[in-house]
Nanobody, 123 residues
Framework: QLQLVESGGGLVPPGGSLRLSCAASGFTSDRYVIGWFRQAPGKESERVSC????????YYADSVKGRFIMSGDNALNTVYLQMNSLKLEDTAVYYCASSTSGCDSFYRGSTYWGRGTQVTVSS
């Protein structure tokens, strides 16, 4: 079974930057997509970014576009989320997740989730 482990969360002031990492193991296909999701208190889970493991196309939520950059190393099965110009509303638990379906049909496939890493933007 696919396993995902996030790291890199922490406390950062508004305007600051943070880099999250997701170490994945157990991939059996290069057709998986992988992305970052977040859930803030009192809010539903939001898809932050998503990309195919076999292409360079990356999708970003409007709320983070231009500020967050997703990258990865397929050889190491590691995905990163560089977060810049952080805002108070970016505070959330960030999850790395993968699906056997596409980015736009993420939940229609078999999904795998990490345990999450807390990002707190505090003034």
């Amino acid at each position: 079974q696919l396993q995902l482990v996030e790291s890199g969360g922490g406390l950062v002031p508004p305007g600051g930057s943070l880099r999250l990492s997701c170490a994945a193991s157990g991939f059996t296909s290069d057709r998986y997509v992988i992305g970052w999701f977040r859930q803030a208190p009192g809010k539903e889970s939001e898809r932050v970014s998503c990309k195919s493991m076999s292409t360079s196309v990356t999708y970003y939520a409007d709320s983070v576009k231009g500020r967050f950059i997703m990258s990865g190393d397929n050889a190491l099965n590691t995905v990163y989320l560089q977060m810049n110009s952080l805002k108070l509303e970016d505070t959330a638990v960030y999850y790395c997740a993968s699906s056997t379906s596409g980015c736009d049909s993420f939940y229609r496939g078999s999904t795998y989730w990490g345990r999450g890493t807390q990002v707190t933007v505090s003034s």
